[in-house]
């Protein structure tokens, strides 16, 4: 099973995959969470893709390819794998597709107010890197599960949201079109409660 999720920043991406992981028993493949790991540990290549996060900008489609080709290559990936932030752009997409047959594409559609409100609202640990939402913390500066320091990751302020959704309609939301001509794509309500969105998910799977 090789899945993509798309969704813009805030849609629960990263949330359902993480769900997926479990109930497939594939790897989950967020270059995000490359790029963060990167930056933390200031190598090379964080330091490449350094200014373009901070801008919200996307991290230029050579870089993106040869990073996600790398962890493809493991051998946790060769039953399937769940891709999280990519492919980004059709550029990336129509290069991914000559490489990989994708089994299908889950768009998790939300309205843009409530991906704002989801946004501005995340505070990640700094120690164990868990996300967290402030309308379900009783500290907003502890994390729960470590009690490490919450704090407001660059690309969730307020400036860098509203660019970031300007990039995403730009780059990644003609992606919806380009896999729906495919027949590949799955559309989620991703507004629902995390469970029934991860209940809708596994059901429109089974159909496939």
């Known amino acids: 099973m090789r899945i993509v999720m798309l969704g813009a920043p805030g849609a629960g991406k990263g949330t359902q995959a993480q769900r997926m992981v479990s109930h497939?028993?594939?790897?989950?493949?967020?270059?995000?969470?490359?790029?963060?790991?990167?930056?933390?540990?200031?190598t090379p290549l964080g330091r490449e893709i350094k200014?373009?996060?901070?801008k919200g900008e996307l991290v230029p489609d050579d870089i993106v390819?040869?990073?996600?080709?790398?962890?493809?290559?493991?051998g946790d990936c060769a039953k399937g794998f769940i891709l999280d932030?990519?492919?980004?752009?059709l550029g990336q997409a129509k290069a991914f597709d000559g490489d990989v047959d994708v089994s299908c594409v889950i768009n998790l559609s939300v309205d843009d107010k409530v991906l704002l409100e989801r946004l501005a609202g995340r505070r990640t640990c700094r120690n164990c890197s868990a996300v967290h939402h402030i309308s379900v913390l009783k500290d907003r500066k502890v994390c729960p599960l470590c009690g490490g320091e919450l704090f407001t990751r660059q690309d969730d302020a307020e400036a860098t949201i509203t660019n970031r959704m300007k990039v995403y309609?730009?780059?990644?939301?003609?992606?919806?079109?380009?896999?729906?001509k495919k027949g590949k794509l799955i559309d989620v309500n991703s507004?629902?409660?995390?469970?029934a969105v991860f209940e809708e998910i596994k059901e429109r799977i089974a159909e496939l």
């Open 191 to 195: 507004a629902q409660p995390p469970q």
């Open 24 to 42: 497939f028993g594939i790897p989950q493949i967020s270059t995000g969470e490359i790029f963060r790991e990167n930056l933390k540990r200031n």
């Open 169 to 180: 309609y730009k780059n990644t939301h003609p992606l919806i079109e380009y896999y729906r």
């Open 85 to 89: 932030g990519f492919p980004r752009t």
């Open 51 to 54: 200014e373009f996060m901070e």
């Open 65 to 74: 390819l040869k990073i996600v080709e790398e962890r493809l290559s493991h």
